[in-house]
Protein backbone atom coordinates (compact mmCIF):
# COMPACT_ATOMS: atom_id res chain seq x y z
CA UNK A 1 0.00 0.00 0.00
CA UNK A 2 1.06 3.30 -0.82
CA UNK A 3 0.81 5.81 1.75
CA UNK A 4 1.18 9.41 0.74
CA UNK A 5 3.54 11.55 2.55
CA UNK A 6 1.84 14.05 3.26
CA UNK A 7 0.23 11.58 5.77
CA UNK A 8 3.27 10.31 6.90
CA UNK A 9 4.21 14.00 8.30
CA UNK A 10 0.46 14.85 9.61
CA UNK A 11 0.82 11.04 11.67
CA UNK A 12 4.21 11.84 12.92
CA UNK A 13 2.83 15.23 13.93
CA UNK A 14 -0.11 13.93 15.50
CA UNK A 15 0.98 10.90 16.84
CA UNK A 16 0.64 11.40 19.94
CA UNK A 17 -2.91 12.76 19.94
CA UNK A 18 -4.07 10.20 17.55
CA UNK A 19 -2.30 7.03 18.57
CA UNK A 20 -5.39 6.23 21.19
CA UNK A 21 -7.78 6.74 18.29
CA UNK A 22 -6.13 3.99 15.97
CA UNK A 23 -7.79 0.61 16.77
CA UNK A 24 -10.28 -1.36 15.30
CA UNK A 25 -13.80 -0.93 15.53
CA UNK A 26 -13.97 -2.66 18.16
CA UNK A 27 -11.50 -0.68 20.42
CA UNK A 28 -13.57 2.93 19.98
CA UNK A 29 -14.60 4.65 22.64
CA UNK A 30 -18.40 4.94 22.95
CA UNK A 31 -18.23 8.83 22.26
CA UNK A 32 -16.55 7.62 18.90
CA UNK A 33 -19.29 4.95 18.03
CA UNK A 34 -22.17 7.25 19.04
CA UNK A 35 -19.94 10.16 16.55
CA UNK A 36 -19.89 7.83 13.56
CA UNK A 37 -23.02 6.09 13.97
CA UNK A 38 -25.54 7.73 15.86
CA UNK A 39 -25.24 11.13 15.64
CA UNK A 40 -26.62 11.57 12.00
CA UNK A 41 -29.92 11.64 13.75
CA UNK A 42 -29.38 11.93 16.98
CA UNK A 43 -27.78 15.05 17.72
CA UNK A 44 -26.89 14.32 21.26
CA UNK A 45 -26.73 10.85 23.14
CA UNK A 46 -28.71 13.09 25.93
CA UNK A 47 -31.82 11.95 26.71
CA UNK A 48 -32.16 8.24 24.75
CA UNK A 49 -31.37 6.11 27.93
CA UNK A 50 -34.77 7.47 29.37
CA UNK A 51 -34.21 5.63 32.49
CA UNK A 52 -34.08 1.90 30.95
CA UNK A 53 -32.13 -0.86 32.36
CA UNK A 54 -28.95 -1.41 30.60
CA UNK A 55 -30.41 -4.92 29.41
CA UNK A 56 -33.00 -3.40 27.78
CA UNK A 57 -31.03 -0.13 26.30
CA UNK A 58 -28.21 -3.28 25.24
CA UNK A 59 -30.97 -5.53 23.98
CA UNK A 60 -32.55 -2.33 21.73
CA UNK A 61 -29.09 -1.17 20.57
CA UNK A 62 -27.96 -4.74 19.29
CA UNK A 63 -31.42 -5.13 17.54
CA UNK A 64 -31.94 -2.09 15.83
CA UNK A 65 -27.96 -1.10 15.20
CA UNK A 66 -24.83 -2.34 16.71
CA UNK A 67 -23.43 -5.30 14.93
CA UNK A 68 -21.62 -6.70 18.31
CA UNK A 69 -22.93 -7.39 21.64
CA UNK A 70 -19.92 -5.30 23.37
CA UNK A 71 -20.29 -2.68 21.22
CA UNK A 72 -23.86 -2.45 22.26
CA UNK A 73 -22.99 -2.85 25.81
CA UNK A 74 -20.18 -0.08 25.75
CA UNK A 75 -23.08 2.32 23.85
CA UNK A 76 -25.80 1.26 26.27
CA UNK A 77 -23.17 2.17 28.92
CA UNK A 78 -22.26 5.52 27.33
CA UNK A 79 -25.81 6.62 27.12
CA UNK A 80 -26.71 6.42 30.59
CA UNK A 81 -23.43 7.22 31.88
CA UNK A 82 -24.73 10.98 30.28
CA UNK A 83 -28.30 10.28 31.14
CA UNK A 84 -28.27 9.93 34.56
CA UNK A 85 -30.27 11.87 37.09
CA UNK A 86 -28.45 15.09 38.75
CA UNK A 87 -28.08 13.03 42.21
CA UNK A 88 -26.40 10.19 40.70
CA UNK A 89 -24.15 11.80 38.40
CA UNK A 90 -21.05 11.92 40.01
CA UNK A 91 -18.61 10.77 37.61
CA UNK A 92 -16.48 12.97 35.45
CA UNK A 93 -18.69 12.95 32.27
CA UNK A 94 -21.18 14.91 33.65
CA UNK A 95 -20.05 18.41 33.44
CA UNK A 96 -21.72 21.54 33.82
CA UNK A 97 -24.98 19.89 34.50
CA UNK A 98 -24.60 20.63 38.07
CA UNK A 99 -28.15 22.40 39.21
CA UNK A 100 -26.58 23.61 42.55
CA UNK A 101 -23.53 25.39 43.71
CA UNK A 102 -21.18 23.73 45.56
CA UNK A 103 -21.60 23.88 49.10
CA UNK A 104 -20.47 27.32 51.09
CA UNK A 105 -19.48 25.45 53.99
CA UNK A 106 -15.58 26.05 53.34
CA UNK A 107 -15.54 29.92 52.38
CA UNK A 108 -13.99 32.35 54.37
C1 LIG B 1 -30.95 6.62 10.47
C2 LIG B 1 -31.20 7.43 11.64
C3 LIG B 1 -30.76 6.86 12.99
C4 LIG B 1 -29.52 6.44 13.33
C5 LIG B 1 -28.26 6.42 12.48
C6 LIG B 1 -29.60 6.03 14.72
N1 LIG B 1 -30.87 6.20 15.18
FE1 LIG B 1 -31.53 5.76 17.05
N2 LIG B 1 -33.41 6.21 16.47
C7 LIG B 1 -33.79 6.71 15.25
C8 LIG B 1 -35.22 6.89 15.23
C9 LIG B 1 -36.02 7.44 14.06
C10 LIG B 1 -35.68 6.47 16.48
C11 LIG B 1 -37.10 6.44 16.98
C12 LIG B 1 -37.32 7.70 17.76
C13 LIG B 1 -38.57 7.64 18.54
O1 LIG B 1 -39.28 6.65 18.46
O2 LIG B 1 -38.81 8.62 19.25
C14 LIG B 1 -34.53 6.05 17.25
C15 LIG B 1 -34.56 5.61 18.56
C16 LIG B 1 -33.46 5.36 19.35
C17 LIG B 1 -33.49 5.04 20.73
C18 LIG B 1 -34.74 4.91 21.57
C19 LIG B 1 -35.17 6.30 21.96
C20 LIG B 1 -36.49 6.32 22.58
O3 LIG B 1 -37.01 7.43 22.72
O4 LIG B 1 -37.03 5.27 22.92
C21 LIG B 1 -32.22 4.88 21.16
C22 LIG B 1 -31.74 4.52 22.56
C23 LIG B 1 -31.39 5.09 20.01
N3 LIG B 1 -32.17 5.38 18.92
C24 LIG B 1 -30.02 5.01 20.03
C25 LIG B 1 -29.23 5.07 18.91
C26 LIG B 1 -27.84 4.74 18.88
C27 LIG B 1 -27.00 4.37 20.10
C28 LIG B 1 -27.42 4.87 17.61
C29 LIG B 1 -26.03 4.60 17.04
C30 LIG B 1 -25.58 3.22 17.19
C31 LIG B 1 -28.56 5.28 16.81
N4 LIG B 1 -29.64 5.38 17.63
C32 LIG B 1 -28.52 5.55 15.45
C33 LIG B 1 -32.95 7.00 14.21
C34 LIG B 1 -31.62 6.70 14.14
Not at 52 to 67: E, Q, V
Request: net charge positive; with cysteine; glycine share 4%.
Amino acid sequence: MIVPLMTLAAAAVMTATVAAAQNLDAGKAPERLFADGCATCHRSPRGLAKGRFSLTLTWFLKDHYATSSDTAKALAAYLESVDTPPQAAAKPGAKRTAPHPPKPSQTH
